[in-house]
């Protein structure tokens, strides 16, 4: 079948292609549902809880693949109250014990690292330092394109070339602490307006070094990133999240397509497992923008495992993995609201859970976090 929209239906009980195995380099997925990698905001002092392990264990199925919400890489990545990090010893060991929860239930566990760059604010920052970036412009608008303040978003501070590679070695370290923890690989952020997409993106990046200007310049770090989080775990481990159609906090690209098919030439010369790439419809997180643009022209440049993200229900998941336009989709709310989301796509049912937006980043270590309900007897 020729990549491509479909307007099929999928309906009934029969084997669904969401529902078909599939091989992502040395992993053998029982199934294309991912879930995506979501904020919880539950992670005191930045260190991963044990209730984490009920979370992630609910969601996990055999042969499952499922990505951890964003790790802060250092101290300066933090930009949330009560996200998790894996830079310390007491961070990897918290780790542990959800990884090895997922494992038990035969899940495909990969930590996505974050760092947030210019979205953060003192309060987040070594000695109250500001937050780092590869410009000094503060953000004008934040991910849901409110208005902001300069209290919660100050201007950060542009990093020197000489600092790069510091940036670039905590990231590694990262990687090698995940794998440490337990986990099976990781997911490097390149999206959502944070510190790698700012440097990618034209309207925040205004570098006249070889870090800034010219396309090739704006992808140096991020690419440098990759390549040594690859190098340090192996690119079988390794997957990267892009959103280069999107403006999440302030952070847009005047030419989306050529700077997204350029960074998908240049992860397939490092040879990493997967690049996960948020749809161009989610120009804001409430898909409701149209756009001309289109993932088809990255998914035939890219030669890895193709996940693509924003605003999937069961049939257009279908639909996207019949036609060819990826090889696994990614569900965040929806995954979040309904633990056995597999399950429901099985069964095809008409009843899901609907995600409470009150409780997406609060910090009860229950409600809106391990309460959704599964469907009666299948568990």
Sequence with gaps: MTRGESNEVFDGRETIPLLTPFKMGNFNLSHRIVLAPLTRSRSYNFVAQPHAILYYSQRTTKGGFLIAEGAGVSQTAQGYPNTPGIWTREQVEAWKPIVRGVHEKGGIFFLQLWHAGRVSNYGYQPEGKPPISCTNKPLQKDISNNATTTDKYPPPRRVSIDEIP?????????????????????????????????????????????????LENRCRFPLEVTKAVADEIGADKVGVRLSPFADYHDCEDSDPQ??????????????????????????????????????????????????????????????????????????????????????????????????????FYTHDPVQGYTDYPFLQNTI
């Design 258 to 359: 050529v700077l997204a098919i350029y960074m998908a030439e240049s992860l397939n010369q490092l040879g990493i497992l997967y690049c996960h790439m948020i749809e161009p419809r989610m120009v804001t997180l409430d898909n409701s923008n149209t756009t001309k643009w289109s993932l088809m022209p990255i998914r035939e440049v890219f030669k890895g495992t193709f996940i693509v993200a924003g605003g999937y229900d069961r049939n257009d998941g279908n639909c996207a993995i019949a036609c060819g336009a990826a090889d696994l989709v990614a569900y965040g709310r929806l995954f979040l609201a309904n633990p056995d989301l597999p399950k429901r796509f099985e069964l095809n049912v008409d009843e899901f859970n609907h995600a409470d937006p009150t409780t």
């Design 166 to 214: 510091l940036l670039v070695n905590d990231f590694k370290i990262a990687a090698r602490n995940a794998i440490e923890a337990g986990f099976d690989g990781v997911e490097i952020h390149g999206a959502h307006g944070y510190l790698l997409d700012q440097f990618l993106k034209d309207k925040v990046n205004d570098r006249d070094d070889e870090y800034g200007g010219s």
